[in-house]
């Protein structure tokens, strides 16, 4: 089956660096796009950043372009998302989730479970 | 940017009661590219409904999705005490810009 698991969220301060994982099993990791997804607490979702499956390509929301780089290791069935430059309002659970569609029509098909950042002083 | 806006904000139900809820699109949403997604406190989001109207893996058919262009609906026949919840839906054909309604969280009444 399936499964998305989401490491390396924790408690940075303002202007600080972090970097996410998302280890990938249960499909063939290589052959699928991947997107990040995050919540801040007690709001909706907010979609941040996707890179199609062979890291060709890659997509970020306004609110973190510059400032987030999505990557991926096929290799290791690992996706990444490094955070540089964090503002309080980065934080979130955030989620990695694989995608399903075609050519760039992707809903999210499978999720991670969430790892928390938080940004503070 | 295709702005989703769901409504009611918030609805409430009893258990075996039907559930409408409504979401529309700032503009046309094309080729129905909208999904709909259901959230427990404290777990991640779950895919229930894809292009409008397909039901994904294993969802209940008490779940259903409709409409196209501006507005979308899905419909949950008869609430069982597992479905209260937060409902998302997500519009893909306006990519590469994903975005999603701000929710509709169905509470028992």
Known sequence: QVQL???GGGVVQPGGSLRLSCAASGFTFSSYG?????QAPGKGL????FI???GSNKYYADSVKGRFTISRDNSKNTLYLQMNSLRAEDTA???CAKAMGAGLRYYFDYWGQGTLVTVSS | EIVLTQSPGT????PGERATLSCRASQSVSSSYLAWYQQKPGQAPRLLIYGASSRATGIPDRFSGSGSGTDFTLTISRLEPEDFAVYYCQQYGSSPRWTFGQGTKVEIK
């Open chain 1, 5 to 7: 698991v989401e490491s």
């Open chain 1, 34 to 38: 991947m997107h990040w997804v995050r």
């Open chain 1, 46 to 49: 907010e979609w941040v950043a």
């Open chain 1, 52 to 54: 199609r499956y062979d």
């Open chain 1, 93 to 95: 659970v955030y989620y």
């Open chain 2, 11 to 14: 609805l409430s139900l009893s």
